[in-house]
Each structure stands twice: as C-alpha cells, then as structure tokens.
C-alpha cells in the first residue's frame, strides 16, 4: 500500500533543461493602464496581465543565490484547491484535500530556473533574443508548461507564457487582493457537446473567451516593445518595486523585425494562437459577411499587424480546431495561414499526441487549419508529427509532474522521452525559420557511436536551411527517429470546404461522421488504442481516464 500511495506523489522537482544555457524566470504582473492595446478591452474587470518569463541566465554574474521557483504559483492553497475544483471536487472537499499528506508534496515541487536571475549575452552571430509567446490550454497557467518552455530557454530564447483570465486557467489570482481591485479570475465550466437549447450561448462564452486572449496576447507584444525599450513599467508580481528586474530586457529581445516573434500554443492555446495570426493578417473587408464576427482587429498601422506577416513562425501543439469553426468565425476559419501567402513563409508545425491524432473528427479540423490550400502554388509543406505513445497531457508539465500515473492510466510509456522530441521538432523549426537557436545536445539527438548521419544528406540540408542542426526530427522518412511519426496531410487539402462539426453543427457532424465510417462511439473501447475515434471533446478524445477534463 505504501509503495502504490508514493506514486500519488509528484516529483521533487523537473528534469534539467539540456540546453547550453542556465535559465532565469520571472514573475511578471503589469497594469493594463500602463500598456497601449490596438484594440479595446473586452472586459474592463481585466486590469493586469500576468505571465512568467523563461529566459537563458547569465551565470558569470557576480549575484547573491536565489530562492528555488516553485511550480504550483503563489497563493499556493488557491491553486490547489482550483485543481481540484476543476478535477471535480467540491469546494469543501477541495480545501479538505489541500491538508491530506499524501497531496501536500505539489506545495513543495521547483522548477530548475533561477528566480530573477540576470540575463546572458545573446547567442554568437546575435545580438538580440529571439522570442516566443506560448499560450496554455484549458486547465493551464504560466508555471503550467515550464518544462517545455524552460528548454527552449535554455537553447537561447526568451519565452513567455501568459496567464490567461478569461477562465480557461484553474484560477488566476491577479495582484493582491485591494478594495475595489481585481478579483480572481476562476474556472468558467462549459460543456463541449451542448445540447440545442444552449449552444448560442456556449458560442458566445468560447468567442469570449478567444477575444480575451487574443487582446492579451495584444498587451504581451505592447509589454516586449516597452521592456526592450527600457521602459519603466510597474511589476506588481516583484516583491518590492526595487526588486523589479524589467530592466535587464533592455535593448536585448528581437521585437521589432517582422515575422521574428514566435507564437505557440496548446490545446486551446493553439486555436488561440491560430485566431490571433489570422485576425491581425486578414482584417475584415468587403468580401467579409455580415455574421462574421471579428474578435481581434488592430490598426492596419500598429506595431501588431506590423510584426505577423508570412515568415511569423507558428507552432501548434495538440490543437483543439472546435472552437476556431463557431459559424460566425468561419469566414476567418477558411482562410489560410499567412505561411502560405509568400513563397518564402515559414513552414507551420503541428505536434500532436498520439490521441489527439486518433480522434478524426479534430484531425480533420487540424488538417484544414494548417494544409496548403489548393489555390496555392508554393513548395512549402506543413510539419506535421506525433510521438508514438503519447497523451494530450504530455506536452504540459503534467506528463512528467506524476510519471506513474502518466504510464499507468494515460498509457504515455516514456512521458520525458516524449517531452524532448517535442522540443527537438520546435528548435529545428525555428532554424528552419532563420531563427538562431542553439544546437540540440547529442544526447537529446540520440547519436550512437556506431551511427552513420549520412555526410551528404547532412550538407544538402544544410545549404537548404543554413541554420538548420536536427534533421532527422523533421524528417519525412519513416524510422529516421524512434517513435516519432510523420504525418502527411497532402498539399492540396480544400481549407474551404465546409466543415463538418462545429458547435452549431451538431446534427450535421453526427450525419457527416456516421457517412464517413464513424460509428459515433464518443471514445474507443478499453484497452483499444488502435483505431480513430469520434469524440467532441478532447476529454472524450481517448480511452476513459487517459486525460484531465480538458
């Protein structure tokens, strides 16, 4: 019995990056007064946006050493008993849980970052950061995913993970409680298969909460352009305004060139991604109908609009493509990524896991958002992977926060081995994108002694993508990487075509899948991992108990 309850425990702490670079991490909470949004705010109650920074650290720095960064943020019993609440317990029962010894070690797990730590001297052949902004999914928040951003850190590059409020996150605090100040932002349960009578409504709650992100990621660019310009911007999260570290971004995060900044997202932080690219690259015009709604619209003249253009990296984790088809979205739905509007666009990646790639129906939603449409003439090719084994939680840091669990009942068989070829697909991504990162270790390439690379091969691709390292990972041959599999969805993928499910569509995506061979089973039978399966939700995406609501 003892030995089965310490597998209820989380690890200690995570894995180390293995990137050349130590990482530093912040806590950051700015006034949204403070902040210039190209568009207006979609709810006033919002007045900060929170978001934890992961960057390479500095360790020549003469600097007194710092506190270890734990994993469950600060109010600590907050998010806890959020958790359990969005888990299913009561509130009661959730407080409850919070004393039970067995669950107190989450209060204790670190992330290996070093708190408030100095930032290191951009790569050689750089002289700034490149930058990512990575949105979590339902159920995130800005520690949420830190083994995945915290390695790309440590391969040279300044990720930022919001926190979103639009209650996607389990509970998001804000600054501390004032009079008349902000309230926690708590978990807003909607259903993902609603019946009739309620899925306008459902409709406009997931628009809601699209548009709130998108305007947050809006005022994340706005904050990157101030830090990089020294601006001097309140951090409420710092424990004292002297204690503040804004200052060390100075002149160092490559912000302004377009097309540089990197967006990625998970889940639903990947359909928030897709809607923000395409809602500052498309902007409503006379083509545009009457029941589109638009959710994002920044100046033609902003920095915004000014930064996505074709060669805007995007990567996409395990995207949930329900959201993105709501009928009054659809005009923007059909529209290709801005990849594919210049020959020279940057190839979009898709990562997914094994049951994400296994439920048809957002497959086939995936596919339309990220395939060259047929009108398009251009080389570019989609990414398009998945780790063999994989669960949708093992791109967030629950793969590896309770890896018994994970392999006992989300049947992910190595959730850190997963993890790192997630990473290997996104660094090389990047180079492939002109993006200067670091070299992947040999370790993390897997290289054996005996191994043959190919010299050739290697040199070809090369002169293809000169900053290109890790080609096997991108590879479209089968068996170039163990358990990684390449999925190829065709170039000429009709991105207009109708879509076949959809909030609204619930009668017509029943007939749509029963008349493509689904059998309509909301998820496959214990133990059967090896068909498609329909499900509308990415909950019923999988065998019961595989995956967290979301």
């Given at each position: ?25 912040q ?14 705010s ?57 004393f039970?010894?067995?669950l ?9 970052a ?45 990720v ?31 259903p993902h298969?609603p019946?009739?009578d ?17 305007w ?32 060390i ?7 302004h ?9 998970h ?7 897709i ?7 498309y ?25 996505i ?10 995207l ?37 790639f ?26 398009v ?10 791109q ?12 006992k ?39 054996t ?33 163990r ?17 076949p ?11 749509w899948h ?9 998820g ?6 090896d ?8 909950g ?11």
């Amino acid at each position: 019995m003892s030995a089965f309850l310490s597998h209820l425990s989380p690890i200690p702490s995570f894995p180390a990056y293995s990137g050349p670079y130590k990482v530093g991490t912040q806590d950051v909470e700015i006034p949204v007064s403070q902040l210039s949004s190209p568009t207006p705010s979609p709810d006033p109650s919002i007045t900060t946006i929170s978001f934890r920074l992961f960057y390479p650290y500095d360790v020549t720095a003469n600097a007194p050493a710092k506190k270890s960064v734990h994993w469950l943020p600060d109010p600590q019993a907050n998010y806890f008993q959020a958790y359990m609440k969005f888990l299913g317990s009561s509130p009661r029962l959730a407080s409850l849980l919070s004393f039970l010894p067995i669950l107190r070690p989450i209060f204790w797990t670190t992330i290996p970052a070093i708190r408030d730590g100095n930032l290191a001297s951009p790569i050689k052949g750089s002289k700034r950061w490149p930058v990512m902004v990575f949105s979590h999914g339902l159920g995130g928040t800005r520690n949420g995913y830190s083994v995945l951003c915290g390695s790309l850190a440590s391969h040279g590059m300044v990720v930022v993970a919001p926190e979103h409020r639009d209650g996607s996150a389990p509970i998001s605090m804000g600054p501390k409680p004032l009079k008349g100040g902000q309230k926690p932002a708590e978990y807003r349960h909607l259903p993902h298969n609603p019946p009739k009578d309620l899925l306008r409504g459902v409709e406009d709650e997931r628009m809601q909460q699209l548009k709130i992100r998108c305007w947050e990621l809006g005022l994340v660019h706005d904050a990157l352009l101030r830090f990089d310009k020294g601006e001097d911007l309140s951090n409420l999260a710092a424990t004292s305004p002297q204690k503040s570290r804004l200052s060390i971004f100075t002149s160092t995060l490559d912000v302004h060139t377009p097309g540089k900044i990197s967006w990625s997202g998970h889940s639903f932080g990947a359909a928030t991604v897709i809607q923000f690219v395409k809602s500052v690259f498309y902007p409503p015009d006379s083509t545009t109908p009457a029941d589109y709604k638009s959710l994002y619209n920044p100046p033609r003249d902003s920095p915004m609009t000014q930064q996505i253009n074709a060669s805007t990296p995007t990567i996409l984790l395990d995207l949930w493509a329900i959201p993105l088809s709501i009928p009054r979205l659809r005009w923007l739905w059909k529209k290709p990524l801005p990849a594919y509007t210049s020959p020279d666009g940057s190839p979009p990646l898709a990562i997914l896991s094994e049951a994400f790639f296994k439920w048809k129906g957002n497959f086939e939603d995936t596919k339309r958002v990220i395939a060259l449409p047929k009108t398009r003439s251009t080389k570019l090719k989609p990414l398009v992977f998945y780790p063999i084994s994989s669960a949708h939680l093992s791109q967030s840091d629950f793969g590896l926060l309770y890896p018994y669990l994970t392999r006992k009942f989300m049947k992910a068989l190595d959730p850190e081995r997963t993890m790192r070829l997630n990473v290997r697909a996104i660094l090389e991504s990047l180079r492939r994108c002109n993006i200067n990162v670091a070299d992947t270790s040999s370790i993390d390439l897997e290289i054996t002694e005996n191994e043959n690379i190919g010299i050739v091969k290697a040199l070809e691709n090369r002169q293809r993508w000169p900053l290109g390292q890790d080609h096997k990972i991108l590879a479209t041959d089968e068996g170039m990487v163990r358990g990684w599999v390449n999925v190829n969805v065709g170039p000429e993928l009709d991105v207009g075509m109708p879509t076949p499910k959809g909030f609204a569509d619930e009668e017509k995506s029943w007939e749509w899948h029963v008349a493509n061979g689904e059998d309509g089973d909301a998820g496959a039978a214990d133990g059967d991992v090896d068909g498609l399966v329909n499900a509308s939700s990415p909950g019923e995406a999988v065998v019961k108990g595989e995956m967290m609501k979301d």
